[in-house]
């Protein structure tokens, strides 16, 4: 089976502007789950999707957003880029994500400028 | 709300030798997961082991173990014969029936020849 991708791998933006990452799930697998990972907060959740709803969130700024399509497939938005937004962003998908094992994409760096 | 502390931010290790990683979390759920990811300089983090909380018996991957106290919420990896290619970030990590996954500051290991 082929593993969480995610894209892009990297991306430079500039402050004010906004982004959208793409993640894959593993097939069959319908919960998708985005951290933000940063040198000083280390890992934090952002929000989880399980069948086109979320279904949880975390402590972020409403700038951040996320949807999951009917194929699983999910996408997070970054609106009004601020330098802090600088990060690796991970997805991770799991099966039905009550409960079970997640497995992470590669992850998206992304530089704001 | 759960959290997840590693008290040790960097470990080191002879090669062939065995290192135990510490983690503690707090939480007055009976029932979730514990993990032990790996995160190597690629980034893409990668699962090492699981435990269920409901389980008494310690999991066991080849080199890899846990041992894991409930009653004293403490969840250690063992990592027996080390390897060069074991050196990396390891974030200890919890999961709860909600949903709910928090992840520790991690522990930086490092692998002597």
């Known amino acids: 089976k082929a593993g969480v991708t995610q894209t892009p791998r990297y991306l430079i933006k500039t402050r004010g502007q906004q982004v959208t990452l793409s993640c894959s799930p593993i097939?069959?697998?319908?919960?998708v789950s985005w951290y933000q990972q940063t040198p000083g907060q280390g890992l934090q959740f952002l929000f989880e999707y399980f069948s086109e709803t979320q279904r949880n969130k975390g402590n972020f700024p409403g700038r951040f957003s996320g949807r999951q399509f009917s194929n699983s497939r999910s996408e997070m938005n970054v609106s009004t880029l601020e330098l802090g937004d600088s990060a690796l962003y991970l997805c991770a998908s799991s099966l039905s994500g009550r409960l079970d094992t997640q497995y992470f994409g590669p992850g998206t760096r992304l530089t704001v400028l | 709300a759960q959290t997840v502390t590693q008290s040790q931010p960097e470990m080191s290790v002879q090669e062939a030798e065995t290192v135990t990683l510490s983690c503690t979390y707090d939480t007055s759920e009976s029932d979730y997961y514990l993990f032990w990811y790996k995160q190597p300089p690629s980034r893409q983090m990668i699962l090492v082991i699981r435990q269920e909380a409901y389980k008494q018996q310690n999991a066991t991957e080849n080199r890899f173990s846990v041992n894991f106290q409930k009653a004293a919420k403490s969840f250690s990896l063992k990592i027996s014969d080390s390897q060069l290619g074991d050196a990396a970030m390891y974030f200890c990590?919890?999961?709860?029936?909600?949903?709910?996954?928090?992840f520790g500051a991690g522990t930086r290991l490092t692998v002597k020849p």
């Open positions: 097939s069959g697998h319908r919960s």
């Open positions: 990590a919890y999961r709860s029936a909600d949903n709910d996954m928090r």
